[in-house]
């Protein structure tokens, strides 16, 4: 795999660190004390995985910042877009998981400052983790069928690298169209890809309700007994991290 140092678009600032570290901790905790911003994006690469995150100033209210989730992971879908085969199937679960031919193959993440003006937060980051290829030292390797990586898909040989530089340019471009026209078109090419098997992340735990859609501030629309409710985003990404398989 190359170790060619990527190259990312002029808004954009790229830090790398080491692979054993969370680039999601580490860029809030450099955001916190004011030593990156707006642009700045913190990376590290494994063969296995490649993971990112994007520190972000905000200009809405906090309740709008979990829009972000659905701008990464469409811009992940038009990456991957300008690099894989037209027949492997990218798609998306509620609330932020990534799947290729309905293996999950990454997940976004979010984290928003408690610092804030007039309901602003002071920063934000926005992280993404993909799997690049699967861990041969495991004993069956690829037997679980609900994860995946580039590799198992016959991609294996698009290098971290060109996904990162990738997937910076699109990241660039689609929040340039959320802050043009507002979440409606994001919104529109997420629910393009959502897959329509299982919209949920299987780890969620919302009994027999019904995924029916998502509301303004990214909340998922939850249909029992002929009600719907509204499921809180940022609170299920704090939950879902919690667990084993999310982000640390």
Not at 89 to 101: D, E, H, L, R, S
Not at 115 to 129: A, F, I, K, R, T
Not at 198 to 227: H, I, Q, Y
């Amino acid at each position: 795999m190359s170790d060619n140092q990527p190259t990312f678009p002029p808004l954009l600032r790229g830090h790398n660190i080491a692979a054993e570290e969370s680039v999601l901790a580490y860029a809030c905790g450099r955001a916190q004390e004011g030593a990156l911003g707006a642009g700045d994006l913190v990376w590290s690469a494994t063969n296995r995985q490649l993971s990112f995150a994007v520190v972000l100033e905000p200009e809405v209210h906090r309740d709008l910042c979990s829009q972000m989730i659905y701008v990464a992971m469409v811009a992940f879908g038009d990456a991957a877009g300008a690099l894989i085969p037209p027949e492997v199937a990218v798609t998306y679960q509620w609330p932020n998981i990534i799947q290729m031919n309905d293996g999950q193959i990454g997940d976004v993440d979010l984290l928003v400052s408690s610092g804030e003006n007039d309901g602003v937060p002071s920063w934000m980051v926005l992280s993404v983790q993909i799997q690049l290829s699967p861990d041969l030292a495991e004993a069956n390797p690829g037997e679980n069928y609900h994860h995946t990586t580039l590799w198992d898909e016959g991609c294996g040989e698009i290098t971290w690298t060109e996904m990162l530089e990738s997937m910076s340019r699109h990241l660039v471009n689609v929040i340039h169209t959320w802050s043009e026209d507002g979440f409606r078109p994001v919104h529109e090419q997420w629910l393009g890809r959502l897959s329509k098997a299982d919209p949920l992340a299987r780890d969620l735990d919302v009994g027999d309700s019904k995924f029916v859609g998502v509301d303004e501030t990214g909340n998922a629309l939850l249909a029992l007994d002929g009600r719907t409710n509204s499921h809180p985003l940022i609170e299920t990404l704090t939950e879902l991290r919690r667990q084993p398989a999310g982000i640390p």
